[in-house]
T-cell receptor
Framework: NAGVTQTPKFQVLKTGQSMTLQCAQD?????MSWYRQDPGMGLRLIHY???????DQGEVPNGYNVSRSTTEDFPLRLLSAAPSQTSVYFC??????????FGSGTQLSVL | AQSVTQPDIHITVSEGASLELRCNYS??????LFWYVQSPGQGLQLLLK??????LVQGIKGFEAEFKRSQSSFNLRKPSVHWSDAAEYFC????????????FGGGTRVLVKP
């Protein structure tokens, strides 16, 4: 049972480039979400989904897109990377109203 | 809007000593409350959670936390710290009507001295 799998673990981008962070879970969880972690600010919610075909914005959605075509996958897209998006990104999933399971994170640097 | 404050950015504690990490939250109704731990280079692992009932909750690794509604606090404690407890700890609050959406505090980094 793999849990929540994120790829890649590390990524360096140039300003203006686009990329997709992948997240997959094999626990049949309805809820999936993306957080970014910045020093001293804890984790902030970017986007979340309560089921296939349903997504919504979190606290810091600007510059990011998501989609949820299957229960298992919840990719995060950076459309035009900016230095302010340098961060560690975490995907999390869970059954509705229960605890979250986190992936191991993606460290992204935008130069 | 809900918010979480962890007043201590860093705490240094000797191995075998007790540990208490503070967490204050702001929320209009009774919240869901969580403590997560993050080891270096890892994701977050749930230590314990409070949904309702007994205000003293037990978690994994010998941790416990007490919900005090009057103080809007959910402090985490451990009677005797082990070197493996060195990590960053996050308090989080969730709204009952918002399902799994969590608001996290800024975290407290715990250093353990031998």
């Amino acid at each position: 049972n793999a849990g929540v799998t994120q790829t890649p673990k590390f990524q360096v981008l140039k300003t203006g480039q686009s990329m997709t962070l992948q997240c997959a879970q094999d626990m049949n969880h309805e809820y999936m979400s993306w957080y970014r972690q910045d020093p001293g600010m804890g984790l902030r919610l970017i986007h979340y989904s309560v089921g296939a075909g349903i997504t919504d914005q979190g606290e810091v959605p600007n510059g990011y897109n998501v989609s949820r075509s299957t229960t298992e996958d919840f990719p995060l897209r950076l459309l035009s990377a900016a230095p302010s998006q340098t961060s560690v990104y975490f995907c999390a999933s869970g059954r509705l109203n229960e605890k979250l399971f986190f992936g191991s994170g993606t460290q992204l640097s935008v130069l | 809007a809900q918010s979480v404050t962890q007043p201590d950015i860093h705490i240094t504690v000797s191995e075998g000593a007790s540990l208490e990490l503070r967490c204050n939250y702001s929320y209009g109704a009774t919240p869901y409350l969580f403590w997560y731990v993050q080891s270096p280079g890892q994701g977050l692992q749930l230590l314990l959670k409070y949904f309702s009932g007994d205000t003293l909750v037990q978690g994994i690794k010998g941790f416990e936390a007490e919900f005090k509604r009057s103080q809007s606090s959910f402090n985490l404690r451990k009677p005797s710290v082990h070197w493996s407890d060195a990590a960053e700890y996050f308090c989080a609050v969730g709204a009952r009507a918002a399902g799994n959406k969590l608001t996290f505090g800024g975290g407290t980094r715990v250093l353990v001295k031998p």
